[in-house]
C-alpha cells in the first residue's frame, strides 16, 4: 500500500496542526495504522496507533492528551490532530500501515508501508 502524509508545517509553540495519511488500494482493504517521527539526530519513535477498526487506539505518553488519532474507515484515511505544540514536538512525522489485526502496534518494525513523511517544526 502507497501512504501519502501532509499537513506538516511551521507554528508557533501552543498552535495547533492536524496531519492526514491516505492509504490507496483497493477500497476493500483496511489497515491497522500508526503514526511516528523522527527529530534530528534521534530515533524513530511511537506517536499514536488505530487499529483498523477504530475501536482500539494508543498514544505515546509525551502527546496524550494533546493529540488525538482518528480515521475514516471508508476512505482508509488517518489524522492526527495536534494540539498544543510544543517546541519538542518538532520532527518528521511519518504514517504507518499493516495487515488489519485490530491490534496496536508500537514499533517501526511492526509495520509494512511508510509514508514519506511531514516536517512539523514549532518555534517557542
Known amino acids: 500500500v502507497q501512504l501519502q502524509a501532509s499537513g506538516g508545517g511551521l507554528v508557533q509553540a501552543g498552535d495547533s496542526l492536524r496531519l492526514s495519511c491516505a492509504a490507496s488500494?483497493?477500497?476493500?482493504?483496511?489497515?491497522?495504522m500508526g503514526w511516528f517521527r523522527q527529530a534530528p539526530g534521534k530515533e524513530r519513535e511511537f506517536v499514536a496507533a488505530?487499529?483498523?477498526?477504530?475501536?482500539?487506539?494508543d498514544y505515546a505518553d509525551s502527546v496524550k492528551g494533546r493529540f488525538t488519532v482518528s480515521r475514516e474507515g471508508a476512505k482508509n484515511t488517518v489524522y492526527l490532530q495536534m494540539n498544543s505544540l510544543k517546541p519538542e514536538d518538532t520532527a518528521v512525522y511519518y504514517c504507518?500501515?499493516?495487515?488489519?489485526?485490530?491490534?496496536?502496534?508500537?514499533?517501526?518494525?511492526?509495520?509494512?508501508?511508510w509514508g514519506r513523511g511531514t516536517l512539523v517544526t514549532v518555534s517557542s
Open positions: 504507518a500501515a499493516a495487515r488489519a489485526e485490530n491490534v496496536i502496534r508500537r514499533r517501526p518494525n511492526e509495520y509494512a508501508d
Open positions: 488500494g483497493p477500497p476493500s482493504s483496511r489497515y491497522d
Open positions: 488505530i487499529t483498523w477498526s477504530g475501536r482500539n487506539i
